[in-house]
């Protein structure tokens, strides 16, 4: 076997030292793919014309039914996202 130089040592050191940070970091990530953020849901929130009754939400984002929703009095904002 050939001997190495220390140089060629060296760089034979730092690109098993990369390849060892690369295993690590990836095998942090869990199943090794990335998923995408889901975007948070938006919510606009205006009074009802009934008469201050009720709420209306339109609801949009990362929902299974985006939409308007009209909410009785004393009902919560979440009760629209759920």
Do not use: I, K, N
Not at 19 to 24: G, N, S, Y
């Amino acid at each position: 076997m050939p001997e190495l130089t220390p140089r060629q040592l060296l760089l034979c050191g730092l690109a098993l030292l990369g390849l060892a940070v690369f295993a690590v970091v990836y095998a942090g990530r869990g199943d090794g793919v990335a998923a995408a953020p889901r975007p948070a849901p938006s919510l606009e929130v205006a009074a009802a014309d009934e008469g201050g009754s009720g709420l209306v939400v339109h609801v949009a984002g990362a929902v299974r039914r985006p939409g308007v929703y009209r909410l009785r009095a004393g009902a919560r904002v979440a009760d629209a996202v759920e």
